[in-house]
């Protein structure tokens, strides 16, 4: 049962103009929001998080938008860098969680972005 | 600051021999999550362990286990090895167990087995 999707495989962009990445997720209980990015052969690196009480949050060139209503949550980037182009994987958590799922990261399946000078 | 820090690197073992793999969290982080990524996967959650006690668990066999000790290193050990392990592990860090907050990744041990 994949709880959270990425439904698009890969991503192909100009620089300078704006990447957007989608994910979304089934379970209604997830309530924080992760978005990472990972270079071959290195682990993933932290991007940027939301937690459900807001609908955005912005840091440099990277914005999360969430519409809960909708359990869609989808990454901007602007303007986007040859630098950028990586794996991007969402991942939803449950902020109070309990029992086995106690800091239990749920990830899709990742997009490949590239980014084209 | 040294981020998260696995070790090996790269390993190769041969079915039903057992592997133990290693983890060092960025300092001050009391917590470190281990998890399984296949090709073309996302990474699953394998045990999460904080202040030395497991608190979270994934859906794995039993013959994956996990400590974690006092200066909060922490390794994972898989017996019995299946061609079916074969993967990349990656251990994650972070301060009170994630919930609210990131959770750092190593590069990870990329495991083969034969």
């Known amino acids: 049962d994949q709880q959270v999707k990425q439904n698009s495989p890969s991503l192909s962009v100009q620089e300078g103009r704006i990447s957007i990445l989608n994910c979304d997720y089934t379970n209604s209980m997830f309530d924080y929001f992760l978005w990472y990015k990972k270079y071959p052969a290195e682990g993933p690196t932290f991007l940027i998080s939301?937690?459900?009480?807001?609908d955005k949050n912005e840091d440099g060139r990277f914005t999360v938008f969430l519409n809960k209503s909708a359990k869609h949550l989808s990454l901007h980037i602007v303007p986007s860098q040859p630098g950028d182009s990586a794996v991007y994987f969402c991942?939803?958590?449950?902020?109070?969680?309990?029992?086995?799922?106690?800091?239990?990261?749920?990830f899709g399946q990742g997009t490949i972005l590239t980014v084209h000078p | 600051d040294a981020g998260v820090t696995q070790s090996p690197t790269h390993l190769i073992k041969t079915r039903g021999q057992h592997v133990t793999l290693r983890c060092s969290p960025i300092s001050g982080h009391k917590s470190v999550s281990w998890y399984q990524q296949v090709l073309g996967q996302g990474p699953q959650f394998i045990f999460q362990?904080?202040?030395?006690?497991?608190?979270g668990r994934g859906n794995f066999p039993d013959r994956f286990s996990a400590r974690q000790f006092p200066n909060y290193s922490s390794e994972l050990n898989v017996n019995a090895l299946l061609l079916g392990d074969s993967a990349l592990y990656l251990c994650?860090?972070?301060?009170?167990?994630?919930?609210?907050?990131?959770?750092?990744f190593g590069d990870g041990t990329r495991l083969s087995i034969l």
């Open positions: 939301i937690s459900s009480i807001k």
């Open positions: 991942a939803a958590s449950l902020l109070y969680a309990g029992g086995t799922s106690y800091g239990k990261l749920t």
């Open positions: 994650a860090s972070s301060t009170t167990g994630g919930l609210g907050q990131p959770q750092h």
């Open positions: 362990y904080y202040e030395k006690e497991e608190r």
